[in-house]
């Protein structure tokens, strides 16, 4: 219908004017005496007239009214001049975006790799405004966008909730999955080396207050050194691995203890337990001699009428920890709540390790508090009662209108115990909720590039993947919305038709309406298709299918293009006996006697895509239409070629077979030669 049709109008069937009814007014079309088809089949045709009277799109263009176009006739120009559709405009560039912006579509595929930067300061601005720091000075937002702005924290607050009460137990913050529990315990902590130095912090400043405040003895110091000197090379062993000058074997250990979480556990905990020791050791050093007994037997009175005057009578001084009155061997310790302030240092460096967990945490305090109340409410209890003594005294006051240290001490370890108990619960819980988004992250980005390698796999068998890459590649607004073309200068084109496939091709229900033979024609283009992807026809780039005709060209860009030596025409030459081969394989296996007939030709041709919706690849020019009647008025199972192919081939030793002149359309008559024989191995089927 349409090669039997008349230029500028519609031309239908009679089938077709039965659907349209009387909608359209309609004249004989006459197609019979134009097409041999359709006055072999005797059929009908009409021609729709057109009732309204075409617009002159010229003098309608606005580059025509102001004249901006005149003298450029080229596609392009008139492309311009109609407002067209640029391939991929709507997914490379959205209206209103910013030049380095990605399209969402374009994310949404995994396609565009963009500016790094400002993805970088979108993501930051997205931060600072979701933390509240962003400038909002310049930024009035109306009534409905502060509503959208609540709800989306409140769902955010939500979705953590949810999060937390599907994958996390709710005392223990355990994984609920014993097999995330497993990953997450072997994730690496990289601050467990900073939690280290922090506790060998402590340690340190403990040490030089209490030998700066206590009475110095020789169980002090020996307290003091052995926990420095065993955290110091603890210390030492931990950083290995970030220092080049230790020795291998200290930064292998060093790499041991920081991959393995129970290890790095079980030093923390032992660290620990060195600090705790040495933050009331030197306790048991000083003298346990209960002051307000000692003076009540020096001044012949009942323990309970000893008051401050009878301490001051005594010559006992808060502070002067060296007087000999009521002290036995031992140094007398007038501050033992620094005792008790060095405790609370430990507890605080056994907050810092985060991967020892809440309940280990709660226990270790536990453990802690409960030993030191203990010794402090029985064996050092005169420690306490004689600061409370001796602090009554230092203020004046007559009547004891206070709470013992003794007292106040436990309930403060508690206070203190429930206080880093919270912090660690809540820092695990978003240690393991960042973790958790981690996987998802993880699992969203490998997902993300699957996709984008199947998006990118399917765009390639779209267009080239040359093609492909100027679309993705340039980000830029203006270079996305060009027209891709590209003057090629001396390019080989080939047209393969298998001749008698009309022949094969019925509609049967033993076939499954033709379903069958459409199945066979796929797998023969399939096969036509894996040879162009073995390394030897690189240069080869398909151009689309023509029903059964294959249409194919070499030296499309600069890597495949070979000016010196011409090798993309011999690996097309070559291609073409290949696909031969192959369909004669096909035969053998098949039972069909399928046959080919291929036209080649070389020349400047003319390559880009075109159509908005369903962009396609193509090439245009003299040399395309030559190659093409090459193949339409060649012979079944040879490869008939021009005088150009001729020239370039047969000095490299192709074999070539004169056919004489032959009536091309367009052409007139041509001197066309039968490409015999190739000397290169590949172009035998292996």
């Known amino acids: ?46 021609l729709i007239v057109d009732k309204q009277p075409r617009k002159n799109m010229q003098n309608s263009s606005p580059r025509a009214a102001n004249g901006s176009s005149r003298g450029r006739s080229s596609s392009v120009a008139q492309m311009e001049s109609w407002g067209a559709e640029k391939p991929f405009s709507k997914i490379l560039a959205q209206a209103g975006q910013k030049p380095t912006s990605i399209s969402k579509d ?14 970088q300061m979108q993501k930051q601005s997205k931060l ?10 310049h930024q009035k937002m109306e009534p409905e966008d502060e509503v959208n702005e609540f709800l989306s924290r409140a769902i955010d607050a ?57 009475p110095p003895s020789v169980v002090m110091v020996a307290a003091y050194m052995v926990p420095v000197l065993l955290v110091g090379f603890t210390l030492y062993i931990v950083l290995a691995e970030k220092c080049t000058c230790s020795p ?38 000083y003298d346990t001699t209960n002051l307000a007994e000692c003076i009540a037997d020096e001044n012949g009175v009942p323990e309970s009428e000893v008051n ?69 409410e029985s064996i050092e209890v005169n420690l306490f009662d004689n600061h409370d003594l001796l602090q009554q005294t230092h203020v004046g006051m007559e009547s004891p209108e206070y709470i013992a240290i003794k007292i106040t001490t436990p309930i403060v370890i508690i206070v203190y115990i429930l206080a880093l108990w919270t912090q660690g619960r809540t820092v695990e819980s978003t240690s393991r909720l960042d973790f958790l988004w981690k996987l998802q992250a993880t699992d969203e980005k490998e997902e993300m590039e699957t996709l984008k390698t199947h998006n990118k796999r399917l765009l390639n068998n779209i267009l080239p993947s040359f093609v492909a890459e100027h679309f993705l590649k340039n980000q830029d607004k203006t270079k996305d919305m060009e027209l891709y073309h590209r003057a090629n200068d001396f390019v080989a084109v080939m047209f393969a038709s298998i001749t008698n496939f009309r022949d094969f091709y019925v509609e049967l229900d033993a076939n499954n309406e033709g379903v069958e033979c459409l199945r066979l024609l796929n797998e023969i283009i399939h096969d036509f298709d894996d040879i162009l992807g073995e390394e030897y026809f690189k240069q080869i780039e398909k151009i689309k299918t023509i029903g059964s005709t294959y249409m194919a060209a070499s030296g ?47 020349g400047p041709v003319v390559s880009g895509v075109i159509g908005a919706r369903k962009p396609q690849y193509d090439i245009w020019g003299n040399t ?41 359309k367009g052409k007139g008559e041509m001197l066309t030669y039968f490409l015999d024989s190739s000397p290169n191995p590949n172009a035998r089927r292996k």
């Open 1 to 46: 219908m349409e090669a039997g049709g008349v230029s500028g109008r519609v031309h239908i069937t009679t089938e077709t004017l039965n659907f349209l009814g009387k909608d359209y007014e309609i004249e004989p079309g006459n197609g019979k005496e134009r097409n041999n088809y359709l006055r072999d089949h005797q059929i009908e045709t009409y």
């Open 106 to 119: 374009m994310r949404m595929m995994g396609l565009g790799d963009g500016d790094e930067e400002a993805m």
């Open 128 to 137: 600072e405004n979701k933390l509240g720091l962003g400038d909002k000075s």
């Open 158 to 214: 939500r979705s953590i909730d949810r999060l937390r009460s599907e994958h996390v137990k709710r005392v223990l913050l355990t994984f609920k999955d014993s097999k995330l529990e497993e990953k997450y315990s072997k994730v690496r902590d990289h601050m467990f080396s900073t939690y280290m130095v922090c506790v060998f912090l402590i340690l340190f400043l403990m040490s030089l207050t209490q030998l700066s405040i206590f």
């Open 248 to 285: 291998i074997g200290c930064s292998a250990i060093s790499h041991t203890i920081i991959l393995s979480r129970s290890l790095s556990s079980i030093i923390a905990v032992c660290t620990l337990v060195l600090l705790y020791v040495a933050s009331f050791s030197c306790m048991f050093a």
């Open 308 to 376: 401050i005057s009878l301490v001051e009578e005594s010559g006992v001084r808060l502070g002067h920890e060296y007087i000999d009155v009521c002290r036995g061997a031992l140094p007398s310790c007038h501050f033992p709540q620094y005792f008790t302030f060095s405790l609370m240092l430990v507890m605080l460096g056994c907050g810092v390790f985060q991967q020892l967990g809440a309940m280990t945490k709660l226990v270790l305090l536990f453990l802690m508090g409960g030993i030191y109340t203990a010794i402090i």
């Open 556 to 602: 499309l860009t600069d890597e495949t293009f070979d000016q010196e030596n011409n090798t993309h025409i011999e690996a097309l030459a070559d291609f073409a006996f290949r696909m031969m081969e192959q369909l004669q394989h096909v035969n053998e296996h098949s039972f069909n006697s399928f046959k080919m007939k291929i036209g080649l030709n070389v």
């Open 624 to 664: 395309v239409n030559v190659s093409s009647r090459m193949d339409s008025t060649g012979i079944p199972e040879r490869i008939q070629v021009t005088q150009e192919m001729v020239n370039i081939l047969q000095p490299k030793g192709y074999v070539f077979e004169q056919r004489g002149l032959v009536k091309v």
